[in-house]
């Protein structure tokens, strides 16, 4: 193996009695054949970048989580910093550093701080900013979704985290919720059979939110002037490449993608805007139903979809089809060959009791209350647990890489009447070798 095919990240100074955990560490490495590990950190030295309605909840989570500090806080809003700074102090630890003189700053807190790792939950436009100066000043560092908007950064993030020997994780939250959990269990222990196809995606109406005048409205809706494809593919695209093994013994491999047309933004702007307004005059070219099918190297399909400007109820879809069987999201419901009565639907709560995923039993009562039923806490417990282990972290900068590497290639192919178009290999092979993804505990 060269460097590139396992990267052992180097730490300056492992704690002393850390020795053995480093050891276990880098057998647990070899043994799951991820490419990822670093030497484990004690206390998770924390910059959070962006404290608005997903950080918040970020930072919330984090303080409720056993060996971490958030030390050092950044946005462009002082007021976010201070909301922050006394949600810190009030559970008990020293006022972080703050970072607010502009845009930019996270610069400054990632060449100043010293910080194991630098966490962002701002606009996309920042992510990988954020983290190619976090990793270039010795940082991991985990965004929100998605990673990047371009190959060019999904390969910037993807070559940094190599120089460096860095994490750079994307924080797909849909990975934890209890529903994804449970069918990544059922398809582990095989009752699926093996898995052909799957169906993602995030359809949402967030019409009223990319068009107020804070938060998300302030920077989303201008996405939407700009582009037109699938903007943001991995919450319902991540769940189910976990189940196709995708990274760890198949990849991506090409896309074709098709948008409709551009209508739901332009009609609420007629029903809820003033004529006067700014918003008024703007063009949309996001088409409100995006439709992308994927095929990997093993030949599976997948289907992913993207609508965000139109009036519906909320699904990621969520369907993982084998040869024995198939679970369907939205409602939750699952048809296994041999269990249950022949061409009727079981309720997935039915089942819950026998195949809930173990983390999702041992940890269920922590996340209680946490952003989005609780996967919010779990993602980040887990991010920390791994950081504190040593171990690889469930998701990688491959992952990242791929997963966010939908929003270009739908952009092109969409753009070229649907043609198809090729995912570049970011782990040069890797994909080959790695493990899948194990059962993962608390
Ligand atoms: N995983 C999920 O379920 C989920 C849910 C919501 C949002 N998100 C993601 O979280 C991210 C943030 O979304 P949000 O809803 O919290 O948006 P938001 O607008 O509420 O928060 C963004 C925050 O970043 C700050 N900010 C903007 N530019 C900055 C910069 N250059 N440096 C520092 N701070 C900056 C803003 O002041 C704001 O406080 C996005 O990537 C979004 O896609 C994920």
């Known amino acids: 193996?060269?460097?590139?095919?396992?990267i052992k990240l180097s730490g300056s100074a492992i704690a002393a009695g850390t020795l053995a955990t480093r050891r276990t560490a880098e057998?647990?490495?070899?043994?799951?054949?991820?490419?990822?590990?670093?030497?484990?950190i004690e206390t998770v030295r924390i910059g959070y970048v962006g404290i608005g309605g997903q950080g918040s909840g970020h930072v919330r989570n984090l303080l409720k989580i056993p060996g971490c500090r958030i030390t050092a806080v950044c946005d462009i809003?002082?007021?976010r910093t201070e909301w922050a700074t006394k949600e810190i102090t009030a559970a008990g630890h020293p006022a972080p550093a703050a970072y607010t003189r502009g845009p930019r700053d996270f610069e400054r807190l990632s060449e100043?701080?010293?910080?194991?790792?630098?966490?962002?939950?701002?606009?996309?436009?920042?992510?990988?900013?954020?983290?190619?100066?976090?990793?270039?000043?010795?940082?991991?560092?985990?965004?929100?979704?998605?990673?990047?908007?371009?190959?060019?950064?999904?390969?910037?993030?993807?070559?940094?985290?190599?120089?460096?020997?860095?994490?750079?994780?994307?924080?797909?939250?849909?990975?934890?919720?209890?529903?994804?959990?449970?069918?990544?269990?059922i398809v582990?222990?095989?009752?699926?059979?093996?898995?052909?196809?799957?169906?993602?995606?995030?359809?949402?109406?967030?019409?009223?939110?990319?068009?107020?005048?804070?938060?998300?409205?302030?920077?989303?809706?201008?996405?939407a002037t700009k582009l037109n494809g699938n903007l943001y593919p991995t919450h319902g695209l991540g769940p189910i490449a976990n189940c196709l093994d995708i990274n760890r013994?198949?990849?991506?491999?090409?896309?074709?993608?098709?948008?409709?047309?551009?209508?739901g933004l332009q009609a609420w702007a007629a029903e809820h805007v003033p004529a006067d307004s700014p918003k008024r005059s703007e063009?949309?070219?996001?088409?409100?139903?995006?439709?992308?099918?994927?095929?990997?190297a093993l030949g599976k399909t997948i289907l992913v979809e993207h609508c965000t400007n139109l009036p519906r109820p909320y699904s990621r879809i969520h369907m993982v089809q084998g040869t024995k069987g198939l679970f369907q999201g939205y409602p939750n419901r699952l048809y296994i060959e041999g269990r249950g009565r022949e061409d009727q639907w079981q309720q997935a709560s039915d089942v819950l009791g026998e195949f809930e995923h173990p983390l999702w039993k041992e940890?269920?009562?922590?996340?209680?209350?946490?952003?989005?039923?609780?996967?919010?806490?779990?993602?980040?417990?887990?991010?920390?647990?791994?950081?504190?282990?040593?171990?690889?972290?469930?998701?990688?900068?491959?992952?990242?890489?791929?997963?966010?590497?939908?929003?270009?290639?739908?952009?092109?192919?969409?753009?070229?009447?649907?043609?198809?178009?090729?995912?570049?290999?970011?782990?040069?092979?890797?994909w080959k070798t790695t493990s899948p993804l194990p059962i993962v505990h608390m």
């Open 112 to 185: 100043t701080e010293d910080l194991d790792l630098v966490y962002n939950a701002t606009p996309w436009e920042f992510h990988v900013p954020i983290m190619l100066s976090a990793m270039k000043n010795g940082k991991h560092t985990a965004t929100e979704v998605p990673a990047a908007m371009t190959l060019d950064d999904c390969w910037a993030i993807v070559e940094s985290a190599e120089k460096y020997r860095k994490h750079c994780l994307l924080m797909e939250n849909c990975n934890y919720d209890r529903m994804e959990m449970m069918v990544y269990n």
């Open 249 to 263: 013994g198949d990849r991506f491999d090409y896309l074709v993608s098709m948008s409709g047309p551009s209508r």
């Open 363 to 430: 940890i269920a009562a922590a996340a209680q209350g946490a952003g989005h039923g609780g996967m919010d806490f779990i993602e980040d417990y887990r991010l920390i647990k791994c950081l504190r282990e040593g171990t690889p972290t469930d998701m990688n900068v491959y992952d990242a890489a791929a997963l966010s590497a939908v929003v270009h290639l739908s952009v092109q192919s969409v753009g070229r009447k649907a043609a198809a178009v090729d995912f570049p290999d970011f782990t040069k092979g890797k």
């Open 1 to 6: 193996m060269d460097r590139r095919d396992f």
């Open 188 to 223: 582990r222990q095989g009752l699926l059979g093996e898995v052909l196809h799957a169906e993602g995606g995030y359809l949402h109406d967030l019409r009223a939110i990319k068009f107020a005048d804070e938060g998300e409205g302030l920077w989303r809706r201008a996405w």
């Open 77 to 79: 809003r002082p007021e």
């Open 27 to 40: 057998a647990g490495v070899a043994e799951q054949g991820t490419p990822f590990a670093a030497p484990p």
């Open 283 to 296: 063009k949309y070219v996001l088409g409100d139903m995006n439709v992308s099918l994927i095929k990997t």
